[in-house]
């Protein structure tokens, strides 16, 4: 019989406790709706899909949850709690704007496919990491891995 973390249910598995913070909160809302989002252009991948409104404000949210995983990642850093996390959501921060651009410099259907199929896969990492409830804290060091002013 598995046990289960404190608050949890076996119906619904125990959240991260910052997850329940309004901007963190905001941030899982904003990474699910737009996995959602990302899962439907993928199931037909066209290159003219770029040249619509519908597209720009997807592009301009997925940016937006850039900032906003960035600007968790500054919450973390000045409370100087969850190293882990907090390095977590700079990489997110920075993997969605790779993958924002591979998407619009994708040139061929296929590869317009491939590029939303790694959005999305980010955008449910982007989620994960954030409701999970950590387990150790491995003292990663930002300054290390992204340099000064991390």
Known sequence: MAVL???ATAAEPAASVISREPSFAGLVRSARTLKTETDRFSAHP?????QTAKFAAYARDIRALS???LKGHYTLRDRGTDNDLKCILM???RDLEI???AIEAARTDADLGTAFHNMSDLLSDNVDVIVTPATTDSGLDCVIEFGKGA
């Open 99 to 101: 993958k924002m651009t």
């Open 5 to 7: 973390p404190y608050g």
């Open 91 to 93: 990489g997110v921060s």
């Open 46 to 50: 066209a290159l003219a899909v770029r």
């Open 67 to 69: 900032a906003g995983d």
